[in-house]
């Protein structure tokens, strides 16, 4: 958790903030291609342009204005993806190291053998051994559904009207939760709880960070599409779709 709040932290503060200054920037940007609409319209008449040449020069236009736009900013949408290649490194080589733990790799010596003895007898509630697999299904079924609720979190908070890419994008790591719940059901109990613990950390730190007075207390620019209300917002989503499933199925 330590390495959690140290490191993903920081880059989840600083993903949040890129992403309201690249709205900043877009919403300047359709009033420029609006701009250069017109200007493209009339040099076709002043210069006599077919559409080919037109539409060339109108991208090209548009492309220098968003690269002026990004470098004057400093907000290129790459800065958005920090957090994931920092996050995902550091959740494999922990599940690695655990998973090391538990099988005594690389080397069976004595120092391997104590640990893997004070995991056997260091757990806890229904979970006593922490090499053994959770056969409760407890953790791998709570695991899925953390995971599950930092996606409906992330949907539920915003009120932009998401694009097809987003769409599958969203149930796309739907579908990869639940299937993460069999494969957490036959690792030792130790990986999951780390697993576990790490989701409920993401979701906590998405709560958080969705309330505007955090948002200003880690100078995060406000953005025309930020929720002035978002725990009440989510609250009437997730009644919303309650509601939805039980008159579908009623």
Same mark, same amino acid.
């Given at each position: ?13 600083? *993903? ?5 200054? &690249? ?25 006599? +342009?077919?559409?080919?040449?037109? #539409? ?24 958005? %993806? =920090? ?21 005594? =790799? ?8 104590? %640990?893997?003895?004070? &995991? ?27 995971? $599950? ?15 097809? $890419? ?6 796309? !790591? ?17 990986? /999951?709880?780390? +697993?576990? %613990? ?5 979701? /906590? *730190?998405?709560?958080? $960070?969705?309330?505007?007075?955090? #948002? ?6 406000? %953005? ?20 939805? !499933? ?5």
């Amino acid at each position: 958790m330590m390495l959690r709040s140290c490191i993903t932290v920081p880059f989840a503060i600083y *993903q949040n903030y890129i992403l309201a200054k &690249l709205e900043y920037v877009k919403i300047e940007m359709d009033d420029i291609a609006k701009e250069l609409k017109k200007e493209t319209a009339v040099a076709v008449k002043m210069y006599n +342009w077919d559409e080919k040449t037109a #539409r060339i020069s109108f991208k090209r236009s548009i492309r220098k204005q968003w690269t002026n736009l990004i470098a004057r900013e400093n907000c290129h949408p790459f800065k958005t %993806t =920090l957090l994931v290649f920092f996050q995902l490194p550091l959740w494999v080589s922990l599940s690695i190291s655990l998973r090391n733990l538990v099988y005594m =790799l690389p080397n069976q010596d004595f120092h391997a053998q104590l %640990t893997f003895t004070e &995991l056997s007898v260091g757990g806890f509630g229904w979970i006593p051994n922490l090499v053994e697999v959770d056969s409760s299904l407890i953790l791998p079924v709570c695991f899925g559904l953390l995971n $599950l609720g930092i996606i409906e979190l992330q949907t539920l908070s915003k009120v932009n009207v998401p694009t097809k $890419l987003q769409k599958f994008l969203t149930n796309f !790591f739907r579908g990869l939760s639940i299937l993460m719940i069999p494969i957490a059901s036959v690792v030792p109990s130790c990986v /999951v709880l780390y +697993w576990t %613990t790490s989701s409920a950390f993401g979701f /906590v *730190q998405n709560l958080i $960070l969705v309330s505007p007075k955090i #948002r200003r207390l880690c100078k995060i620019p406000q %953005t025309p599409s930020e929720l002035e209300q978002p725990y009440k917002h989510i609250i009437t989503g997730i009644k919303y779709r309650f509601k939805y !499933f039980s008159d579908k199925n009623s």
